[in-house]
T-cell receptor, first 114, second 115 residues
Framework: EPEVTQTPSHQVTQMGQEVILRCVPI?????FYWYRQILGQKVEFLVSFYNNEISEKSEIFDDQFSVERPDGSNFTLKIRSTKLEDSAMYFCASSAGQGLYEQYFGPGTRLTVT | GENVEQHPSTLSVQEGDSAVIKCTYSDSASNYFPWYKQELGKGPQLIID?????GEKKDQRIAVTLNKTAKHFSLHITETQPEDSAVYFC??????????????FGKGTKLSVIP
């Protein structure tokens, strides 16, 4: 069964450093998403991406964040200058579109900013 | 924006009993309501969803009901088994016929099934 994959599973970085989180969405899906979950809190929407453009973004997704689809398979989330409060689990998701609503999530990357 | 409240936050049931998790949403325009199961160390797994044009959907031991007037929806698990133990999240969205959409999640319910 196709699945969304994410790397790395755990990333530790120092405050102020840049991090790139990587995702491989399900191959025939057209829409891609990033969500995050701070420990003990709700899963929160960050951004959606379609046709090489951001479709929607939340107020969390400020200028420190960017997304990219550098090739036909990867989808990345970059945080330019990490802050302590960026520590969270980051989930990538994808959906097929064209009336198929279901979003499928990857296993997540746990980001720890020290 | 949309706000989703989920209850209870924890739920313990005996194996074989039923479990019910309830969610309410605030935006009457929401039309898509998925439920996710998250096991330890894994990402959320879609287990069932319902769209606003139906009131109930069932898949084996899992069912979801939707009351649009009251703006609440519920997950029902019958004949619970130890492998049902996990955190369950409800979500709501205004999902277009085509295009991307964002899910608004509840805080989750930790279900423990006691053998």
């Amino acid at each position: 069964e196709p699945e969304v994959t994410q790397t790395p599973s755990h990333q530790v970085t120092q405050m102020g450093q840049e991090v790139i989180l990587r995702c491989v969405p399900i191959s025939n899906h057209l829409y891609f998403y990033w969500y995050r979950q701070i420990l003990g809190q709700k899963v929160e929407f960050l951004v959606s991406f379609y046709n090489n453009e951001i479709s929607e973004k939340s107020e969390i997704f400020d200028d420190q964040f960017s997304v990219e689809r550098p090739d036909g398979s990867n989808f990345t989330l970059k945080i330019r200058s990490t802050k302590l409060e960026d520590s969270a689990m980051y989930f990538c998701a994808s959906s097929a579109g064209q009336g198929l609503y279901e979003q499928y999530f990857g296993p997540g990357t746990r980001l720890t900013v020290t | 924006g949309e706000n989703v409240e989920q209850h209870p936050s924890t739920l313990s049931v005996q194996e074989g009993d039923s479990a019910v998790i309830k969610c309410t949403y605030s935006d009457s325009a929401s039309n898509y309501f998925p439920w996710y199961k998250q096991e330890l160390g894994k990402g959320p797994q879609l287990i069932i969803d319902i769209r606003s044009n139906v009131g109930e959907k069932k898949d084996q031991r899992i069912a979801v009901t939707l009351n649009k007037t009251a703006k609440h929806f519920s997950l029902h698990i019958t004949e619970t088994q130890p492998e049902d133990s996990a955190v369950y999240f409800c979500a709501a969205s205004i999902a277009p016929g085509a295009g991307s959409y964002q899910l608004t999640f509840g805080k989750g319910t930790k279900l423990s099934v006691i053998p």
